[in-house]
Nanobody, 119 residues
Framework: QVQLVESGGGLVQPGGSLRLSCAASGSICSIAAMGWYRQTPGKQRELVATISSGGSTNYADFVKGRFTISRDITNRMMYLQMNSLRPEDTAVYLC?????????????WGQGTQVTVSS
């Protein structure tokens, strides 16, 4: 029902910046929360940042002060501004939207965009 497409990943040197975008399309839903997660082979998928329906944000400790999550509700976009990137930030970054369906929550994911931090 909801389609998510990430973009903006790529290769960047340590200390550099990237801005990831997530474009949403499809059915309108009541959004409980939106966020960015990342996946590295051999590790559990981990939360990077979330933004609630009320606009409050939450960040993983390892990105606090470096990453900023934002959204453009009118244009159905979500962003992750990543600054001061480190090699350990290398991962596939995935966009997530949680939609309320009556008393249930539907979980939607994009396909991911690769971020590689290397000199």
């Amino acid at each position: 029902q909801v389609q998510l497409v990430e973009s903006g990943g790529g290769l960047v040197q340590p200390g550099g910046s990237l801005r990831l975008s997530c474009a949403a399309s499809g059915s309108i839903c009541s959004i409980a929360a939106m966020g960015w997660y990342r996946q590295t082979p051999g590790k559990q998928r981990e939360l990077v940042a979330t933004i609630s329906s009320g606009g409050s944000t939450n960040y993983a400790d390892f990105v606090k002060g470096r990453f900023t999550i934002s959204r453009d509700i009118t244009n159905r976009m979500m962003y992750l501004q990543m600054n001061s990137l480190r090699p350990e930030d290398t991962a596939v970054y995935l966009c997530n939207v949680k939609c309320i369906r009556f008393v249930n929550v539907a979980d939607y994911w994009g396909q991911g965009t690769q971020v590689t931090v290397s000199s």
